[in-house]
C-alpha cells in the first residue's frame, strides 16, 4: 500500500478540489459548451466518413510488455524485471521473462503487421538490451542486431517505424547505482543514450518518442509503488521524478535538432497520457468547470504545459504544492519550452484505472474532448495518437467483442474531431499489436489485437476479431457513407393509417355535470349570494349520463384530435369489464363507456383499433382476480374464458370497430411466467391458443357483418450480431428471432406449428444435458385452429439490441437461447437505456416479408422514452423511424398499412407519453407538431410531389362532374330527348285513360 500522506499531498495531481487562481486557458471551452451541445446534433452523432488520405493508421508494442528473453544475448536486468522477480506475490508468480517472446518471433510481429494493413508500427527500444548497465558505451552487440534488423524489415514492407526510447524499463544498474529518475544524474545519461539512438538508427526513423506517459512513471513509480521501481512514502520524489524527466527530453529534443534533424529530417516528441474528466451530472457550473480543467493540468498539464507551453509548471501545481514542487530557472524555461515537433497523446486504460479524487466530477472515455481541450489549451499542435485501446478479462481469447465497440467509439471519435472540430489528428495507434505483460496486472488482463497463449511453446499470434474489425477500418480509411444514413423524400398511400397507441384505457364513469345524477332542484341567488340553494321536498327524474357528458372521454379525445391521426389505438380492461372472469357478471356501464370513446372518436372520422387484452405487470397482470388465482394463463380455462370474453367485445362494440388485437406482446406476457421454461412455453401455448379461438369466433359470426380485421401484435425489436467477425453470433441472432417472433408467427402465417428451429434446438440441448426444456404439442385440431389465424401482422418495434453467443445451462426461456444482449456505445440511446436505432424497424419489417411473404404489416407501438423538456430525442425518433418505415415501403416494397406512435400520454414522470401526465395539465410536447404534421403531410414529401390525399379523394369524387362538363351539349339534348319522351308517353297513357271511361 502506498502512503496515505503522500495521497493527501498528491490527490490534487488527479483532481484538484480547491479552487485556486489559474492561468487562463481555453481548455475550459469544451466544458462550457457541453451543456449546449445536443447529443442529436448531426456533428454530435456517429460521422460516417473516411480520413483525410495520409493519415497514418498503427499499432503498437513496449519492449518489456512482449520481447521476452529477459537476460538473453547479453541484455541486462531492467527495473521491472527486478520488480516482478522480487514481488511473486504481487504478480501472482508470474513474470515477463518470456511473455509473447517478440524478440525471438519478431517476424511472426511483422506478418501481424502487413496482415492488419497499418503504415506505421510503434516499438520501444530495450535500453538494457542495447546497455545493460544503463550508460553509453559499448553497445551489446546482439541487442543492435535485433533493433537493426527489425527497423530494416519493417522499412522494406513500408511499414513507418515509431520508437520509443524509453517505455519504463529503466537499466536496473541506474537505479541501484544512482537512485534511478530521483537523481539528476540521469538527465545526462538518458541524453547520452538518446543521442547514440538517433545516430545508430535516425536514418530510418521518422518519428521519435523520448518517453512514454512521464506521468505513470512518476506516480505510480514513486508515489503509488504500483510501477517498478515500487517506491511509496516520498511526496518530493514525485516532483523530483517529473522534474528530472521534462529536462531529460528537452536535452534530447534539443540534441535531435542541433546535430540529427538537418541530416535525418525526423521529428521528436514525448508521449503524454491522460485522462478525460466531466461534470458529475451533467452539472456545468463554473465550479466543476474549474475543478476538470484542474484536473486535467495536474495530469496532461504538468508535463505538456513547460513543454508546449511557457516552460513552466501550470500555476494550480505551483500554487498548490508550494514547497514540493522544483522550479525552473529562466533559461531552463527556455530550454524546455517548444521542444516537442508534434503532440503524442496516450489515451488508454493506464490513465483511468488510477484512483481518482473525483470530488463529484466522473471519468469519462471521450477521446474527441480530451483531442480538444488540447488543441485549445496548446495552440492547435499537430497530434500523433501513440496508445489507445482498452482491455479484455485474460479469459478472452480471440472473441473480444467489447473492444471493437470501444474501438469503434475511439476511432470515430477523432474522425470527428478532425472533420468536425478542425483537430490536426494525423495518426492513430492501436494498442497494442500483440497480447503481452500488462504491468500490474501482469497476464490477468489483455490488450494485444492479436491473441498469445502464454504457456505454449509456440506463440502463435492469432488475430483476434478486433483486428479484423482495425484491418477493416484502415482499409475503409474509417467509415464511408451508407445508404442507411440517407434521408428520404416521398410519401405513404392515401390509405395509410396514422395512429397513436394507449395501453388499457381507464374508465371514468363520473359524468361532467350533476345534473345527470343529482335529483334535486335548485333556485340561484335568491339571497344575492350567487350560490344555489335547494328547494326542499322537491325531486326531479335523472337520466343517465350521455356520451358527451363524460369529461374524461371529452379530454382525452381532445389530446387524440391534436395529432390529425385517423386511428386511435387503445386496451379495454378485461377485468373491469367481466370481474369474476366470467360471463355471469358482466359491468355494462364499462361497455358503455368504451362504446362511447369509440362513436365520439367516430365523429371526429377517428377510427379505433382495440385491443382486448393489453397486460401489464401489475394487477395480475390485467386478469380477472379469479382467473389469476387458477393459474393465470397456465390453464387452458383462461384461453376459454377469453373466448367468452372476446365473443362479448365483438358483440357489443364490433359494429364501430374494423381493427383488433387480441392480446398485445404475448411473446412478452409469457416471460411473466419463468419459474422454467416449461411454464412459459405453456403459458405462451395457451396465448396463443386463446387468440385462434377468438379470431375463429370472429371470422365464423362476425365479419360477414362487421367487415373488421383481426390479430395480434407481438414486441418486435430487432437483433443485429454482436460481433460480426463470429459465425456464432449471427446463429445467435437467428435463435433470438425465432424465439422472439417465429415462435408465435410460424403457427399461425405458416405451419400451425412452433419453427422447426426451435425443436430442433431444444432437442439438442436436450442430449447434451444442458435443458430439460421442451415446446407443448399442437394437435392436429389445434393446428387447423392456429394456422392462418390473423388478418395481418401487428409489430411493436422500439429499438435494436446486439446479440452474444453464449452457451448456457439451465431449463429456463432465457437460456434456451443461448445468447446474451448487449448495445453498440456509438448508438443514440434514451433515459432508459433503449438504443435509438432507425434502421432496425425497416429490417425487422423485411425479415416478417422474407420470412412469411408480403402479409399485410402494421407498426402497432412505436416510441422512445424522453425526460427533457425540449422533446428532441423523441422528435429525433419519430422522424427517423418513419423514415425507414417509408423506405421499406417504396423501396423495399413491404406491403405496410399503417403506423401507430407509442404513446398518447404520461401516466406520471415523463417518459413515452407524446402528452404529459394530466397531474401536469396534459400538456402537448414539442413532438405533438411535428408528428401532427407529418401526418397531415403523410410522409416527407418534396415540394414537387406534395399531394393532398383530400384533392385526391375530390378527383376521384368529380370524375362524374369531368365527364358531365365535357359532353354538356350531347347530354342536354339526350336530358330534353328524354323528356319530351316521357311527356308523350303520358299524354298518351291520359288519353287511353279518358277513352274506356264510361260516360
Known amino acids: ?357 473525483k470530488s463529484g466530477q466522473q471519468a469519462s472515455l471521450n477521446m474527441r474532448q480530451a483531442l480538444n481541450w488540447i488543441k485549445l489549451e496548446y495552440n492547435k499542435p499537430r497530434i500523433l495518437i501513440v496508445e489507445t485501446g482498452w482491455f479484455t478479462d485474460h479469459k478472452v481469447t480471440t472473441e473480444d467483442t467489447t473492444a471493437i465497440y470501444l474501438m469503434k467509439k475511439f476511432i470515430n471519435q477523432v474522425l470527428q474531431a478532425i472533420k468536425h472540430d478542425g483537430v490536426d489528428v494525423f495518426g492513430y495507434t492501436a494498442w497494442s499489436l500483440v497480447d503481452g505483460f500488462e504491468w500490474q496486472y501482469a497476464y490477468n488482463s489483455r490488450r494485444g489485437l492479436f491473441y498469445v497463449d502464454m504457456n505454449s511453446k509456440e506463440k502463435t499470434r492469432i488475430p483476434k476479431t478486433s483486428a479484423l474489425f482495425y484491418k477493416q477500418i484502415i482499409k475503409d480509411r474509417g467509415f464511408p457513407g451508407r445508404e442507411i444514413n440517407q434521408p428520404i ?24 355535470s350533476p345534473q345527470f345524477t343529482d335529483p334535486n332542484l335548485y333556485l340561484w341567488n335568491i339571497t344575492g349570494d350567487g350560490g344555489l340553494h335547494k328547494i326542499s321536498d322537491v325531486k326531479l327524474k335523472t337520466r343517465s349520463a350521455q356520451c358527451t357528458a363524460f369529461s374524461a372521454i371529452r379530454n382525452h379525445l381532445h389530446l387524440v384530435r391534436k395529432l390529425k391521426v385517423d386511428h386511435y389505438r387503445f386496451g379495454l380492461n378485461w377485468s373491469l369489464i367481466l370481474p369474476n372472469g366470467g360471463l355471469s357478471t358482466i359491468n355494462s356501464e364499462a361497455l358503455r363507456y368504451y362504446r362511447c370513446v369509440i362513436t365520439e372518436l367516430r365523429k371526429h372520422n377517428i377510427k379505433s383499433l382495440v385491443t382486448l387484452y393489453h397486460p401489464t405487470h401489475h394487477h395480475h397482470l390485467g386478469l380477472p382476480v379469479s382467473l389469476h388465482s387458477a393459474g393465470g394463463w397456465l390453464n387452458r380455462s383462461t384461453a376459454h374464458a377469453f373466448r367468452d370474453y372476446a365473443d362479448l367485445c365483438f358483440k357489443e362494440l364490433g359494429e364501430w370497430v374494423g381493427l383488433w388485437i387480441t392480446v398485445n406482446e404475448p411473446n412478452r406476457l409469457s416471460h411473466a411466467y419463468n419459474a422454467s421454461s416449461s411454464d412459459t412455453y405453456t403459458a405462451g401455448h395457451n396465448l396463443m391458443m386463446a387468440h385462434a379461438m377468438a379470431w375463429q369466433l370472429y371470422d365464423k359470426h362476425y365479419r360477414v357483418r362487421q367487415h373488421g380485421l383481426v390479430s395480434l401484435s407481438l414486441h418486435a425489436d430487432w437483433a443485429e450480431p454482436a460481433n460480426p467477425y463470429l459465425p456464432s453470433h449471427a446463429a445467435a441472432v437467428q435463435r433470438f428471432l425465432q424465439f422472439e417472433l417465429a415462435w408465435f408467427l410460424e403457427p399461425i402465417f405458416r405451419t400451425g406449428d412452433y419453427p422447426t428451429a426451435m425443436h430442433h434446438y431444444l432437442r439438442e440441448k436436450n442430449i447434451e444435458g444442458l435443458s430439460q426444456s421442451t415446446l407443448p404439442h399442437f394437435t392436429d385440431k389445434e393446428k387447423k385452429i392456429i394456422r392462418g389465424a390473423a388478418d395481418f401482422v401487428a409489430l411493436n418495434h422500439f429499438t435494436t439490441r446486439l446479440v452474444i453467443h453464449q452457451r448456457q445451462n439451465g431449463s429456463r426461456y432465457e437460456h434456451d437461447r443461448n445468447g446474451n444482449l448487449m448495445s453498440d456505445i456509438t448508438w443514440p440511446s434514451s433515459p432508459l437505456g433503449f438504443s435509438v436505432v432507425p434502421w432496425g424497424i425497416r429490417r425487422v419489417l423485411n425479415w416478417v416479408k422474407a420470412n412469411y411473404g408480403n402479409v399485410a404489416l402494421y407498426i402497432t407501438a412505436n416510441g422512445v422514452d424522453d425526460r427533457s423538456y425540449t422533446d428532441e430525442l423523441r422528435t429525433f425518433y419519430i422522424r427517423h423511424y418513419i423514415e425507414e418505415v417509408l423506405k421499406a415501403h417504396q423501396q423495399d416494397h413491404v406491403n405496410i398499412k399503417g403506423y401507430y ?60 362532374c369531368a365527364m358531365i362538363l365535357e359532353r354538356k351539349p350531347l347530354l342536354f339534348f339526350g336530358v330534353c330527348l328524354l323528356i319530351i319522351v316521357a311527356l308523350c308517353i303520358s299524354v298518351l297513357l291520359i288519353y287511353q285513360r279518358k277513352r274506356r271511361k264510361p260516360y
Not at 235 to 259: G, M, P, R
Request: charged share 15%; proline share 5%.
Open 1 to 357: 500500500m502506498y502512503s496515505l500522506g503522500l495521497v493527501s499531498h498528491l490527490a490534487f495531481a488527479l483532481l484538484c478540489v480547491g479552487l485556486v487562481a489559474c492561468e487562463p486557458g481555453d481548455g475550459r471551452s469544451v466544458w462550457r459548451r457541453m451543456s449546449s451541445l445536443n447529443p442529436l446534433n448531426e456533428t454530435q452523432l456517429f460521422l460516417y466518413d473516411t480520413f483525410p488520405q495520409d493519415f497514418l493508421w498503427g499499432a503498437g508494442t513496449a519492449a518489456f510488455q512482449t520481447e521476452g528473453a529477459w537476460d538473453q544475448d547479453g541484455k541486462g536486468p531492467s527495473i521491472w524485471d527486478h520488480f516482478t522477480h522480487s514481488q511473486h506475490i504481487r504478480f501472482g508468480n508470474v513474470t515477463a521473462d518470456s511473455s509473447s517472446d517478440s524478440y525471438t518471433l519478431w517476424h511472426n510481429d511483422l506478418a501481424a503487421l502487413q496482415h492488419l494493413g497499418v503504415q506505421t508500427y510503434g516499438f520501444s527500444i530495450s535500453w538494457p538490451r542495447l546497455f545493460p548497465n544503463g550508460t553509453v558505451g559499448a553497445a551489446n552487440k546482439k541487442g543492435l542486431e535485433f533493433y537493426n534488423q527489425l527497423i530494416d524489415s519493417l522499412k522494406k514492407v513500408n511499414i513507418e517505424p515509431i520508437v520509443t526510447l524509453y517505455h519504463w524499463d529503466l537499466p536496473l544498474a541506474l537505479q541501484l547505482k544512482n537512485g534511478g529518475w530521483k537523481s539528476e544524474s540521469l538527465v545526462e545519461i538518458f541524453n547520452d543514450y538518446a543521442a547514440f539512438c538517433f545516430q545508430t538508427f535516425g536514418d530510418r526513423v521518422k518519428y521519435w518518442v523520448t518517453i512514454h506517459n512521464p506521468y505513470l512513471i512518476a506516480w505510480h513509480g514513486y508515489g503509488t509503488g504500483m510501477h517498478a521501481p515500487g517506491e511509496t512514502g516520498n511526496s518530493e520524489a514525485v516532483f523530483a521524478v517529473v522534474h528530472n524527466l521534462i529536462k531529460a527530453h528537452a536535452n534530447a529534443w534539443h540534441t535531435y535538432d542541433k546535430h540529427f534533424r538537418k541530416l535525418q529530417g525526423g521529428f521528436v516528441s514525448i508521449a503524454l497520457g491522460s485522462h478525460w474528466i466531466v461534470p458529475g451530472k451533467g452539472n456545468m457550473n463554473p465550479v466543476n468547470v474549474e475543478r476538470c480543467q484542474q484536473s486535467m493540468e495536474a495530469v496532461l498539464g504538468w508535463f505538456a504545459a513547460p513543454i508546449y507551453g511557457n516552460g513552466d509548471y501550470p500555476a494550480v501545481l505551483k500554487n498548490k504544492s508550494h514547497g514540493l514542487i522544483p522550479f525552473f530557472t529562466e533559461d531552463e524555461k527556455k530550454h524546455i519550452s517548444g521542444t516537442a515537433d508534434f503532440f503524442a497523446f496516450s489515451f488508454g486504460p493506464n490513465n483511468f484505472r488510477s484512483a481518482l479524487a
Open 489 to 512: 423524400r416521398g410519401q405513404f398511400p392515401c390509405d395509410f393509417q396514422w395512429g397513436v397507441s394507449d395501453s388499457t384505457l381507464q374508465v371514468h364513469l363520473t359524468p361532467s
Open 901 to 960: 406512435i407509442w404513446k398518447l400520454q404520461d401516466t406520471h414522470v415523463p417518459q413515452f407519453g407524446l402528452f404529459s401526465s394530466h397531474y401536469y395539465k396534459s400538456s402537448s410536447k414539442a413532438s405533438v407538431q411535428f408528428y401532427s404534421q407529418l401526418v397531415t403531410s403523410n410522409g416527407f414529401p418534396s415540394e414537387k410531389q406534395v399531394r393532398s390525399c383530400e384533392d385526391e379523394d375530390k378527383q376521384k369524387n368529380c370524375l362524374l
